[in-house]
């Protein structure tokens, strides 16, 4: 199955590069994503809510649920973890959204305001967009983190 995957995914790129088209995968799979993709959108509760090239995105993700889905996967370009971290708790009910920010139930970085007023996707590096009201302190200590 896997195989078949690759191989399928291996005819895209090569289309794609012969006929000079872009090609949209929408996956949960990061390997896929970090082998084709040139630039990512992350989504979150039917929104984009992260975007940036597939290497500043995984080197320097803004967003709670992107740093989320890169710590719950193993990682060929970072030092061995002790063990994966999956992301606590359930995706919100899409027919009853918060007017806040739909991950503020899971996330780690929460502050009140965080529930009374949906972020804005902002600029926060070079092509680099996310809809997180704490992004600058989210990657601080994602950078602490990592290099500790
Ligand atoms: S806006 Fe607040 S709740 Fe939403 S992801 Fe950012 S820190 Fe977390």
């Given at each position: ?51 940036a090239s597939?290497k500043e995105l995984?080197a320097n ?67 680099h ?20």
């Amino acid at each position: 199955m896997v195989t078949i995957q690759a191989q399928i995914l291996e005819v895209m790129n090569r289309l794609s590069r012969e006929f000079g088209t872009a090609i949209i995968i929408i996956t949960h799979n990061l390997g896929v994503v970090a082998r084709y993709a040139d630039r990512v959108n992350v989504m979150y509760a039917g929104k984009v809510i992260e975007t940036a090239s597939a290497k500043e995105l995984y080197a320097n993700p803004k967003h709670p649920y992107t740093v989320g889905l890169l710590n719950s996967v193993p990682r060929l370009d970072q030092t061995r973890k002790e063990k994966l971290v999956p992301i606590e708790g359930l995706p919100p009910d899409l027919a009853h959204l918060p007017q806040g920010c739909p991950f503020y139930p899971r996330c780690a970085w929460r502050v009140d305001h965080c529930r009374e007023e949906y972020p804005p996707f902002k600029l926060v590096g070079e092509k680099h967009y996310a809809a997180c009201w704490e992004s600058d302190r989210v990657h601080r200590e994602v950078a602490v983190g990592a290099a500790s």
